[in-house]
């Protein structure tokens, strides 16, 4: 093992701040130019990614295949991914729909991954500033959750910084945004029973162990408002309302079927502040709402829909979305309805009459349209096809209020990322609280004076919140690793700036997983991966229930699969 250096060592980088970045900088650069003979006398390149969802695993995917094993740069560059649960993917196996299993095909580029002796992976790894003598401290930070990864391996930055050349982060969202100032809801002081964000309701039905234990129970449950109209809204509206028999033979686990088989719904309305124009989910996803067997859907109110018309113009992506909306579907033989509502937001959850702890009714405000300059980021270029674009529309309320039965409301109104480091000793991660992001200019992380923080980079919705789909962030990676790698290898070696990286990063892993692993702590590793992953194909296939896999709900089932 080299000596441990300083913890600030002088790093040669670009001396730049984050005015003088383009945003479109080597955004396609030639890989051979980086695995050449004329670079190969370049400062070892060794990665830290920190998260193992879409994002992590393409820009991981993408600077080892930019460097091939058998160039002059292929044998000094390593890439370490770290991940908080023992199981890979993020995103791909706990936030996807599991009714649509052709999105989790990404997985792949992971598994091609594991054929590369120069990628390591250490599931059950928490990054965190949080002490784990501190167990108390929630992880998310979610009232549903008190989770805290008990069983996880806990680390710092200062831990791992010396050996890494570079940090890439990319773990994603995994907090809700707040409605704190709605009276009842999730976030608020009052909680009201049955109000829960999308994030803790798909986290359970996909298994998340860190809401598994979540008390959901659909009997007694006719009514439910969906707050939000994004893709996210939708898939919550149709694991609830589809047929037991078609997600069956899905991922979904045996309890969650269980739970979703004593449904006694009859109805979900999915409310938006703004008007038909201005809803953010895709045609794509509307169209399977749709095609759900025996589902009545009402349409959307004749006056309502012409002002949309008029608003979205000549945008055919709209205009064809707004052509599925405004025809109702009649089934006169379904029991079960779904409603579109708009320009309504939240004021307050209403207790039910029986059951003061749960909630009953919502109470509204009613909307009105006015124009606006936009004001929200604009996604990446990439992107443009995936996601619905900006609007100058903004929502202001009437001062009327309206109310509606619900026995459950989902809060889907978007993610935040976790800043991971907080105050204390040591590095701290440059995070934007109020956006819920990590501080950056087009994947360089910045702090909080703007300047570039040399070789720190971030990718994915940490980088620039939950938007997108994983078509869009495979190139926003293969984008970022471009620019990484030009920065590694091109950038001027003359120019030194305070850093928290070693440019000599130190051999093999670091000290502090090794510690923790002769005091019995389980670093998940490729192998053990396998393993799990088996053990949930084998699972299903002694259960004989025509799935793929029946996964482990809980970190401490899948651990012992290790003993």
């Not at 991966?529 to 002694?542: H, V």
Request: glycine share 6%; aromatic share 6%; proline share 9%.
């Amino acid at each position: 093992m080299l000596p441990r250096p300083a913890r600030f060592r002088q790093l040669s980088s670009l001396p730049f701040t984050s005015k003088s970045i383009s945003p479109t900088l080597s955004t396609r650069l030639n890989r051979r130019h980086y695995s050449s003979a004329s670079s190969s006398t370049s400062r070892p390149l060794k990665v830290a990614i920190i998260g193992s969802g879409p994002s992590g695993f393409y820009t991981a995917s993408r600077i080892l295949n930019s460097l091939p094993r058998d160039s002059p740069n292929g044998n000094n560059v390593e890439v370490h991914m770290y991940e908080r649960l023992p199981t890979p993917y993020g995103l791909v196996r706990y936030g996807v729909a599991p009714d649509h299993p052709e999105v989790k095909n990404c997985q792949h580029k992971f598994d091609e991954l594991s054929s590369d002796p120069r990628f390591r992976f250490f599931g059950n790894v928490l990054l965190s500033s949080q002490p784990s003598s501190s167990p108390s401290t929630t992880t998310p930070s979610s009232a549903l959750s008190p989770y805290t990864y008990p069983h996880s391996v806990r680390i710092s930055f200062d831990d791992i910084l010396p050996y890494y050349s570079t940090l890439v982060l990319t773990y994603g969202a995994s907090l809700s945004n707040p409605l704190s100032s709605v009276n009842g809801s999730s976030s608020s002081s009052n909680p009201l029973d049955n109000v829960l964000p999308a994030l803790a309701f798909v986290s359970w039905y996909n298994s998340h162990p860190a809401f598994s234990e979540l008390p959901i129970n659909l009997k007694g449950i006719k009514e439910v408002s969906i707050v939000g109209q994004g893709n996210v809204a939708l898939d919550v509206a149709r694991i609830l309302l589809k047929p037991l028999d078609q997600l069956e033979k899905t991922d979904l686990s045996n309890e969650v079927l269980e739970v979703l088989a004593q449904s006694d719904l009859k109805k979900v309305r999915v409310v938006g502040r703004r008007g038909p124009g201005q809803v953010s989910f895709t045609t794509k996803e509307f169209r399977e709402m749709l095609q759900i067997p025996n589902l009545s859907y009402n349409g959307v109110e004749l006056g309502l829909m012409a002002e949309a018309k008029e608003m979205v113009g000549n945008e055919r992506m709209k205009k064809r979305l707004l052509g599925l909306m405004e025809k109702p579907i009649s089934n006169d033989g379904g029991n079960k309805s779904f409603e579109l509502d708009f320009l309504k937001s939240p004021n307050t959850f209403i207790p039910s009459p029986q059951n003061a702890k749960k909630v009953g009714e919502v109470e509204w405000n009613l909307n009105q349209l006015l124009s606006s300059t936009p004001s929200p980021p604009t996604p990446p270029k990439s992107q443009d096809s995936a996601v619905p674009s900006p609007s100058g529309v903004i929502a202001r309320p009437t001062g009327e209020i309206v109310r509606n039965k619900a026995d459950m409301v989902i809060e889907s109104v978007g993610y935040r990322s976790e800043p991971l480091s907080g105050e204390g000793e040591g590095w701290v991660l440059p995070f934007d609280e109020k956006r819920g992001k990590v501080r950056n200019v087009s994947g360089r992380v910045v702090d909080d004076q703007g300047v570039v923080v040399p070789g720190i980079y971030t990718a994915g919705w940490a980088a620039r919140g939950p938007v997108g789909v994983i078509a869009s962030t495979m190139h926003d990676a293969y984008s970022l690793s471009d620019q990484l790698l030009d920065d590694h290898f091109n950038s001027p070696t003359t120019v030194s700036i305070s850093s928290p990286l070693n440019p000599n990063p130190e051999e093999g892993i670091p000290d502090a997983l090794t510690r923790a692993q002769q005091k019995g702590g389980i670093v998940v590793d490729l192998d053990s991966w396998k393993r799990i992953d088996e053990a949930e194909k084998s699972r299903a296939k002694e259960l004989d229930n025509g799935k793929e896999r029946e996964k482990f709900r809980k970190v401490e089932e899948m651990l012992s699969v290790l003993q």
